[in-house]
């Protein structure tokens, strides 16, 4: 496929889920929150499919966009994400002895101010 026509079939692709995204929007103002869904779920299916033209992976049904996708994009970032939390392990470290001392300290304030007050009769 070339450049154009892959810029064209994502350009379709996206005005599809824009469209979905308009009709949810008019049927959730109805009151039509099954329609709602079913166009929500088509926004986001029609954005998938705009996101896996690139990769030149195509597929017929919907659990296959829907594989392809986690495959590609969510399995990628997940790694990403846990590769990069890794490098910075000792940032979560720090920001988790931060909570717990602000933690405690809370406690503390928390525990003065109730044992510290009078009983009223």
Do not use: W
């Not at 026509?5 to 979905?20: F, G």
């Not at 009709?23 to 959730?28: F, S």
């Not at 304030?109 to 009223?120: E, K, L, N």
């Amino acid at each position: 496929m070339s450049a154009q026509a892959e810029r064209d079939l994502i350009t379709y692709r996206l005005e599809q889920a824009h469209k979905a995204i308009e009709e949810a929007t008019l049927l959730c103002a109805a009151g039509h929150l099954l329609g709602t869904v079913n166009r929500a779920y088509y926004a986001m299916f029609y954005a998938a499919q705009a996101l896996l033209v690139p990769t030149g992976l195509k597929t017929s049904k919907h659990s296959g966009v829907i594989a392809l996708f986690d495959r590609e994009f969510v399995q990628i970032l997940r790694s990403r994400l846990f590769g990069q939390a890794i490098r910075n392990h000792r940032t979560v470290e720090k920001t988790l002895l931060e909570i717990r001392t602000l933690s405690l300290k809370i406690l503390q304030a928390t525990t003065q101010g109730v044992h510290g007050r009078t009983r009223r009769k």
